[in-house]
């Protein structure tokens, strides 16, 4: 089991929050987004974003599944021999995911619905397993779970991003489904800007339906890379 | 007087350090106008007079009757749904003005935000403008219906030209087709404005179910004052009601309702060969495309190839078509499914494009033979896309390099063949 040992240097003062731990809670955010520049977890980005309220629960489900599968597999991971290492992960993942799935359908079933298989479909959402292998396994605990809630953040706030510019753009509304519900532009007198109201200013107004499409996911993601490549110049010909 | 004007451009030629975005322009128009002192130092692979500007020239000029007819036609369609004029000359600048008052708008705002998004990316990567543009905004407003509001047209334009082009890294980098890149933007995005029977004929509206007239407003009144004082005829004159059982169905739609002979009983074959049916601007005049394609053809521009691969895949797809005959559309005899939709123009002047096409000359058979076999079975046996031939040649633009991969590979391989037979 020696290969499985910590790497990081050996007599390195361990701090409850210091600076690399804050690191490893931003870095994810920008430097090192997990799918913006790793490119993981796309497919579930293409696949729920439409709407924001559920890309909010998934976020949320996502960062509770990475950080406490990180701080699990942490914990555990000098026992666990190299050889099936990966099957040891998936069933830890399994479990939380079971158990985010299960207590969605206990209080929010309406979600649930909405979100239906890619809640199961977080087991294989490549960033939960990355972050096993890259980080959890080659590090303690607590900052494996720090990792895991910044990685969790990353994938959210693009997810996010996306649902926000598909949301609004393509059907007009914020937070559809949710509690606060707010509907922006629209042929009824239940929008905010009614645009079939008398004398309207944006009478001309029409949804974009291509933002609905999952197409337009990928574009926004596309997009999105593209911007963060712009500023950020530390991200330019790695990959 | 040359020199002179020569002289006075060189001398307010903008800082290129100071103002880029200036320096950008000017340069654009001014190697637009006059042949540019700079030579090439090395590595001249082509030694010939024409460059990226006249070749994108040709394509424009080639264009220019597509937008002659597709002026008039605007025109023809609309006072044909109130059954005015139904002579081709009766009223004839009012049909001209009526579509110039159209097609100008469309082609002023597709160059304004084409050109503007293509001088600023110009400008911040300090290169000259290429003039990649010029054919792309001679070919959007062609491509359009003719009550396309500006605001989506101005959104399509903006995609296209930036997601299609600058993202690729500009001119000659683009995988598809921009100015079909804007089309099918329109097409997903606001479906309701570029589908269906009501968007071909300008100038009406749908209330209730029932075709009314859109008012003459604004613009109208001024060519009114005009025309009264010539005592010709005004907008309007002859009443605005729509004929009964009007429906601005096009060809195609009719088609699918009732094969060949409900196509026939709403339009003559001959209107449907000259032109005068609703459409997309540029693509209803199959002489006028003919022809364009044929000055592409002679200028060396285009590729014969492409186009001729192309009507055999549509007249093979065709025939298949009528020999299976399930459906009334699939009925239709082949030769006459190049009397309607935009096959030709798509063909000559969207497909031929020289970036996005195959570039061996055997990929170029496949490509277009694939194009024509695409676009027919959109065409014939998907009725949620009334016209084929966008997807298809997106479809096959991004196919083009793999066909030439191939190609290639093929090649390679049978002159290894070759040499080593040679060598025993």
């Given at each position: 089991?020696?290969?499985?040992?910590?790497?990081?240097?050996p007599?390195?003062?361990?701090?409850?929050f210091?600076?690399?731990?804050?690191?490893?809670?931003?870095?994810?955010?920008?430097?090192?987004?997990?799918?913006?520049?790793?490119?993981?977890g796309?497919?579930s980005a293409?696949?729920?974003?439409?709407q924001?309220?559920?890309s909010v629960v998934?976020?949320?489900?996502?960062?509770?599944?990475?950080?406490?599968?990180?701080l699990a597999t942490?914990?555990?991971?000098n026992?666990i021999p190299?050889?099936?290492?990966?099957?040891?992960?998936?069933?830890?993942?399994a479990l939380?995911?079971?158990?985010?799935?299960?207590?969605l359908?206990?209080?929010?079933?309406v979600?649930?619905?909405?979100?239906?298989?890619?809640?199961?479909?977080?087991i294989t959402?490549?960033?939960v397993?990355g972050?096993l292998?890259?980080?959890?396994m080659?590090?303690?605990?607590?900052r494996?779970?720090?990792?895991g809630?910044?990685?969790?953040?990353?994938y959210?706030?693009?997810?996010?991003?996306?649902?926000?510019?598909?949301?609004v753009?393509?059907?007009?509304?914020?937070?559809?489904?949710?509690?606060?519900?707010?509907?922006?532009?629209g042929?009824?007198?239940?929008?905010?800007?009614?645009?079939?109201?008398?004398?309207?200013?944006?009478?001309w107004?029409?949804?974009?339906?291509?933002?609905?499409?999952p197409t337009?996911a990928?574009?926004?993601?596309?997009?999105?890379?593209?911007i963060q490549?712009g500023?950020?110049k530390?991200?330019?010909?790695?990959? | 007087?040359?020199k002179?004007?020569?002289?006075?451009?060189?001398?307010?030629?903008p800082?290129?350090?100071?103002?880029?975005?200036?320096?950008t322009?000017y340069?654009?128009?001014?190697?637009?106008?006059?042949?540019?002192?700079?030579?090439?130092t090395?590595g001249v692979?082509i030694?010939?007079?024409?460059?990226?500007k006249?070749?994108?020239?040709?394509?424009?000029l080639?264009?220019?009757l597509c937008?002659?007819?597709?002026?008039?036609n605007?025109?023809?369609?609309?006072f044909?749904?109130i059954?005015?004029?139904?002579?081709?000359?009766?009223?004839?600048?009012l049909?001209?003005v009526?579509?110039?008052?159209?097609?100008l708008?469309?082609?002023?705002?597709?160059?304004?935000?084409?050109l503007?998004?293509?001088?600023?990316?110009a400008?911040?990567?300090?290169?000259?403008?290429e003039?990649?543009?010029?054919v792309?905004g001679?070919l959007?407003?062609?491509?359009?219906?003719p009550?396309i509001?500006m605001?989506?047209?101005?959104?399509?334009?903006?995609?296209?030209?930036?997601?299609?082009?600058?993202?690729?890294?500009?001119?000659?980098?683009?995988?598809?087709n921009i100015?079909?890149?804007?089309?099918?933007f329109?097409?997903?995005?606001?479906?309701t404005?570029?589908?269906?029977?009501?968007?071909?004929?300008?100038g009406?509206?749908k209330?209730?179910?029932v075709?009314?007239?859109?008012?003459?407003?604004?613009?109208?009144h001024?060519?009114d004052?005009?025309?009264?004082?010539w005592?010709?005829?005004t907008?309007g004159a002859?009443?605005?009601?729509v004929?009964?059982a009007y429906?601005?169905?096009t060809?195609?739609?009719l088609?699918?309702q009732?094969?060949?002979?409900?196509?026939?009983?709403a339009?003559t074959?001959?209107?449907?060969?000259?032109?005068?049916?609703p459409?997309?601007?540029g693509e209803t005049?199959?002489?006028?495309?003919?022809?364009g394609?044929?000055?592409?053809?002679?200028?060396?521009i285009?590729?014969?190839?492409i186009?001729?691969a192309?009507?055999?895949?549509?007249?093979f797809?065709g025939?298949l078509f009528?020999a299976?005959?399930?459906?009334p559309f699939?009925?239709?005899?082949?030769y006459?499914?190049?009397?309607?939709?935009?096959?030709?123009?798509?063909i000559a002047f969207?497909?031929t494009d020289?970036?996005?096409a195959?570039?061996?000359?055997k990929?170029?058979?496949?490509?277009?033979?694939?194009?024509?076999?695409?676009?027919?079975?959109?065409?014939?046996m998907?009725p949620?896309?009334?016209?084929?031939?966008?997807?298809?040649?997106l479809?096959?633009?991004?196919?083009?390099?793999?066909?030439?991969?191939?190609?290639?590979e093929?090649?390679?391989?049978?002159?290894?063949?070759?040499?080593?037979?040679?060598?025993?």
């Open positions: 089991m020696a290969e499985n040992t910590v790497i990081s240097a007599k390195e003062k361990e701090e409850w210091g600076k690399k731990e804050r690191k490893l809670l931003t870095d994810p955010l920008n430097d090192n987004n997990p799918v913006t520049v790793q490119i993981l796309v497919c293409l696949a729920i974003t439409t924001v309220y559920p998934m976020a949320i489900a996502v960062t509770l599944v990475t950080a406490f599968s990180n942490a914990a555990v991971r026992y190299k050889e099936v290492r990966m099957i040891a992960q998936l069933v830890i993942i939380l995911v079971t158990i985010v799935e299960l207590f359908k206990a209080f929010n079933y979600i649930w619905k909405q979100l239906s298989v890619f809640i199961g479909l977080i959402n490549c960033i397993m972050r292998e890259a980080f959890a080659a590090n303690k605990p607590w494996s779970f720090l990792d809630i910044g990685n969790g953040l990353g959210g706030a693009v997810l996010i991003i996306v649902a926000v510019v598909r949301e753009t393509g059907k007009g509304s914020l937070f559809a489904g949710s509690p606060i519900e707010w509907k922006i532009i042929p009824t007198s239940a929008y905010s800007i009614n645009t079939a109201a008398e004398g309207s200013w944006f009478g107004y029409a949804n974009n339906n291509l933002m609905v499409l337009a990928l574009l926004l993601v596309g997009i999105l890379i593209w490549r500023y950020n530390k991200l330019v010909d790695i990959s | 007087m040359k002179a004007l020569l002289h006075f451009f060189e001398r307010i030629e800082d290129k350090k100071k103002s880029p975005l200036l320096h322009a340069d654009a128009f001014f190697t637009f106008a006059f042949t540019p002192k700079t030579v090439t090395d692979h030694r010939d007079g024409i460059d990226l006249r070749t994108m020239v040709y394509v424009v080639a264009l220019q937008y002659l007819f597709g002026t008039y605007i025109g023809y369609q609309h044909h749904a059954g005015q004029y139904p002579g081709l000359l009766d009223g004839l600048h049909k001209l009526y579509g110039l008052i159209k097609i708008p469309i082609f002023i705002v597709t160059h304004v935000v084409g503007g998004i293509e001088f600023y990316y400008s911040r990567k300090g290169h000259g403008v003039e990649g543009f010029l792309t001679a959007i407003p062609l491509l359009m219906p009550d509001p605001w989506i047209l101005a959104f399509a334009v903006a995609f296209a030209v930036i997601i299609g082009k600058e993202a690729f890294g500009g001119t000659g980098m683009n995988i598809v100015a079909l890149l804007a089309r099918v329109v097409f997903f995005a606001y479906p404005y570029i589908a269906g029977d009501e968007v071909w004929v300008s009406l509206e209330v209730n179910g075709y009314q007239t859109a008012e003459y407003s604004g613009v109208y001024f060519f004052g005009i025309f009264k004082a005592g010709w005829d907008f002859g009443g605005t009601a004929m009964d429906t601005g169905a060809p195609l739609a088609g699918y009732g094969g060949w002979n409900s196509i026939v009983s339009y074959v001959s209107d449907m060969w000259w032109g005068f049916i459409g997309s601007i005049s199959k002489p006028l495309i003919i022809l394609a044929l000055f592409l053809i002679g200028t060396g285009a590729s014969w190839r186009m001729v192309g009507v055999f895949g549509v007249a797809t025939l009528n299976w005959g399930m459906t699939m009925e239709v005899p082949w006459y499914h190049f009397y309607m939709g935009s096959f030709l123009f798509a969207m497909a020289p970036v996005t195959a570039s061996t000359n990929g170029k058979w496949i490509y277009g033979f694939l194009i024509g076999v695409f676009g027919m079975v959109i065409r014939v998907n949620a896309y009334p016209e084929g031939w966008m997807l298809a040649i479809l096959m633009n991004v196919f083009a390099p793999l066909i030439d991969h191939y190609i290639l093929a090649n390679m391989k049978r002159r290894a063949r070759r040499a080593k037979a040679a060598a025993q």
